[in-house]
């Protein structure tokens, strides 16, 4: 994968020798703090409490967790739209205290919120993004950025005659005028159609494996975690709870059931390996639950057998994020 085996990083200036790192991590994240000051009354609040995080390039990388976790405080910090309360962030290689204006320009957002002028059209919007970037005229590629997000055909027309599919698109694109090296997707398909979803995901996807860019989607959707992302970094309460690759995520789950599908009757009540839980389903199926670390299926198809039952099908289902999530955020 592009990107993957990360690059020489030398400070802009500075000769190839001396102060050159080998940097593989498109993001570094240490000890993230923000509280943001109460007002009306209210108390302080601890958005995110000491945060560590690296961020590898050329990943689709999810951050997940349930609303008021802290994704969209970590997200806007990343982007310079949130000011932290403390901590070490360094965007592609740029300590965002030394470096703000590089930092920043490594880094594309699309914010959660839909927050279009209504009176720009799609060209228009992206020029004068190009422009905030500081992007000359000659470097724009708004007519290509068009075609990405697939807003060709309505690059004059305004705003607020565009679908909400198609705003959400645009804001897609103005997060690439600068040609960043990573995207930043905040909740990018909450309340949006499957349609839509399908469309945005197969444009994220294809500028991360052509151009290789590092993308990192926070999501409160497991399975959008579960399908988009090659790594995942779950956060609940402030905190990071957990960072692993997405296959391992799945792998860490003892629990797993067996569903049988079986021939002719069943009886009744049979006896079962230890621990073991006995689910009927409407569509006459059988489901057990078990453990991996107490019951092999073998040995779960033996008691099966020996109950009398013919098993017609039989096949076991493999935990998802969900069950990962509901373990992990259950202690708390
Ligand atoms: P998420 O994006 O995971 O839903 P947020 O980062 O938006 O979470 O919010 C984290 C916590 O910080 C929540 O309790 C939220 O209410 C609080 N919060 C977010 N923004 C502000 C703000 N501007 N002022 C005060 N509290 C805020
Ligand atoms: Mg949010």
Redesign the pocket.
Known sequence: MVGRAGRWFCPVGKPLDGECQFMANAIEIEDLR?T????GG?P?????KGVNLSIPQGSIFG?L????????????ILAGL?IKTSGKVSIWGFDQDVNPRQSRAAIGVMP?ELNLDPFFTPRGALEVQAGLYGVPKRDRRTDEILEIIGLTDKADAYARNLSGGMRRRLLLGKALVHNPQILVL??PTAGVDIELRQMLWANVRRLNEERGLTVIL?T?YLEEAQEMCDEIAI?NH?ELIKRDTTKNLLGMMDAKTLLVEPEGTVPDSFDLPEGVKLERRRDGSLAFDFSRGQTSVGALLDAVRNAGITIGDVRTLEPDLEDVFVELTSSK
């Open positions: 923000k943001y000051k109460g007002s209210q302080p609040k601890e958005a995110l951050l967790g349930p609303n008021g976790a802290g994704k969209s405080t970590m997200i806007n949130t959660q905040d909740e926070t409160h956060i402030g």
